[in-house]
């Protein structure tokens, strides 16, 4: 089946400092998608991407739908100790009613006060 | 809006024995979906349901899981008998239209013993 590979895994920075995780796919997709799950929560919906090429910001967030369309990355700037969590990418290739989300593994923020 | 509500939110079994879990979607959504979070991975899709017909369940192990959505608002995943690789956090999730992101719930941390 599909997979993603999101990298990096984990990531330690200083407050303030910016934050670059990216995300890669052996297929295409029509949607890109970034959530972030907080601890015994589930994920939430930071930035749906839905056009090859297209670049979002919501906030201090940036995201960017690839060219090939098998890659995004998601840029946050300035950090502050609420973004800690774990970040994923999701690439959703719709076919009639069929919405799948495919997960990558996920990237494990941590910002240091 | 009021969320995705899940119950329960902890559940702990011993392998071999059955467990259900229940999810009530947002309002007036009608695609329905349960993924399956093991520990340090992404969700992985189990089943989508639109209204109350399944619209992929090719990643449901169905000698041992099974799910309905009657009356295409509430629905139950149910497993029967339990293993020890089904120790993962069962999150629901809803959408008005699949290609906009879900809303997912906070989830049932099941640990199988």
């Known amino acids: 089946g599909q997979q ?8 330690f920075i200083q ?28 994920p939430v919906l930071l930035i749906a991407l839905y056009k090859a090429g297209e670049l979002t910001s919501n906030g201090r967030l940036t995201a960017q739908f690839g060219i090939t369309r098998k890659d995004s990355f998601l840029n ?10 774990i970040y994923f990418c999701a ?4 076919g009639g ?4 989300l495919t997960f990558g593994k996920g990237t494990l923020l941590t910002v240091n006060p | 809006e009021a969320g995705v509500a899940q119950s329960p939110r902890y559940k702990i079994i011993e392998k ?6 229940w999810c009530n979607p947002i309002s007036g959504h009608a695609t329905l979906y349960w993924y399956q979070q093991i520990l340090g991975q992404g969700p992985k899709l189990l089943i989508q349901f639109q209204n109350n017909g399944v619209v992929d369940d090719s990643q449901l192990p169905k000698d041992r899981f099974s799910a309905e959505r009657l009356k ?24 008005l ?13 099941l640990t199988v013993v």
């Open chain 1, 4 to 11: 993603l590979n999101q990298s990096p895994q984990s990531m």
């Open chain 1, 76 to 85: 946050i700037s300035a950090s502050i100790p609420s973004d800690v969590g």
């Open chain 1, 15 to 42: 407050e303030g400092e910016d934050v670059s995780m990216n995300c890669t796919s052996s297929s295409i997709f029509n949607t890109w998608l970034w959530y972030k799950q907080d601890p015994g929560e589930g």
């Open chain 1, 97 to 100: 009613s069929n919405y799948k």
């Open chain 2, 97 to 109: 239209t699949g290609n906009y992101g879900y809303t997912f719930g906070s989830g049932t941390r």
């Open chain 2, 72 to 95: 295409g608002v509430d629905s139950t995943l149910k497993i029967q008998p339990a293993k020890l690789e089904d120790s993962a956090v069962y999150l629901c999730a809803s959408s």
């Open chain 2, 16 to 21: 071999r024995q059955s467990v259900a879990f």
């Open chain 1, 91 to 94: 690439g959703q290739l719709s």
